[in-house]
T-cell receptor, first 116, second 115 residues
Framework: AQKITQTQPGMFVQEKEAVTLDCTYDTSDQSYGLFWYKQPSSGEMIFLIYQGSYDEQNATEGRYSLNFQKARKSANLVISASQLGDSAMYFCAMREAMDSSYKLIFGSGTRLLVRP | DAGITQSPRHKVTETGTPVTLRCHQTENHRYMYWYRQDPGHGLRLIHYSYGVKDTDKGEVSDGYSVSRSKTEDFLLTLESATSSQTSVYFC??????????????FGQGTRLTVV
């Protein structure tokens, strides 16, 4: 079963508007972490934001915020005031505390295109 | 930026030939990972290492082997390359100490084409 699901293969957003990228996850672990990475066309993977399963507040990092709804098992990324440089692939990922490998499990990604 | 480099960055090889990709880190991190990235699949784990000579399989390990003889180097070998192994390969390391919230740092990727 897929553990991380990103249902939006591609999205458009107008510059300066906000956009939400969806991510749902599946785990039986009570303790886990959720990550978002950005991959621009140059190919590198850039860490954006982290949310722990026991964190009471939604994580925020500048223009990025994570809408964490634990009961729904969703961890959507919200980008406010989109910029042209936000055009990229975005990956949601999870790490489970029970997993001694500490590996990240990734979703299939969402390609975001910001229109001027 | 984390010191992690992959080599080569690009490679074209023929079906049936062996190929080795190298990941080198200067951060002295314990955990190292090899992922492959394919359209529609995101990044999938091939193998990982949790110390020198300590490695284990990921979800897509068939056709791949790894070795880690030094903390800083993690090698991925395709014993006999097939067209299905055409992909972009990423090496990653997890920061010290490794924990639930530890960011993973990625190399710049190796684009491998098997013809």
């Amino acid at each position: 079963a897929q553990k991380i699901t990103q249902t939006q293969p591609g999205m458009f957003v107008q510059e300066k508007e906000a956009v939400t990228l969806d991510c749902t996850y599946d785990t039986s672990d009570q303790s886990y972490g959720l990550f978002w990475y950005k991959q621009p066309s140059s190919g590198e993977m850039i860490f954006l934001i982290y949310q722990g399963s026991y964190d009471e507040q939604n994580a925020t990092e500048g223009r990025y915020s994570l809408n964490f709804q634990k009961a729904r098992k969703s961890a959507n990324l919200v980008i406010s005031a989109s910029q042209l440089g936000d055009s990229a692939m975005y990956f949601c990922a999870m790490r489970e505390a029970m997993d001694s490998s500490y590996k990240l499990i990734f979703g299939s990604g969402t390609r975001l295109l910001v229109r001027p | 930026d984390a010191g992690i480099t992959q080599s080569p960055r690009h490679k074209v090889t023929e079906t049936g030939t062996p190929v080795t990709l190298r990941c080198h880190q200067t951060e002295n991190h314990r955990y190292m990972y090899w992922y492959r990235q394919d359209p529609g699949h995101g990044l999938r784990l091939i193998h990982y290492s949790y110390g020198v000579k300590d490695t284990d399989k990921g979800e897509v390990s068939d056709g791949y082997s790894v070795s880690r003889s030094k903390t800083e180097d993690f090698l991925l070998t395709l014993e006999s390359a097939t067209s299905s192994q055409t992909s972009v390969y990423f090496c990653a390391i997890s920061g010290n100490p490794t924990g639930l919230n530890t960011e993973a740092f990625f190399g710049q990727g190796t684009r491998l084409t098997v013809v």
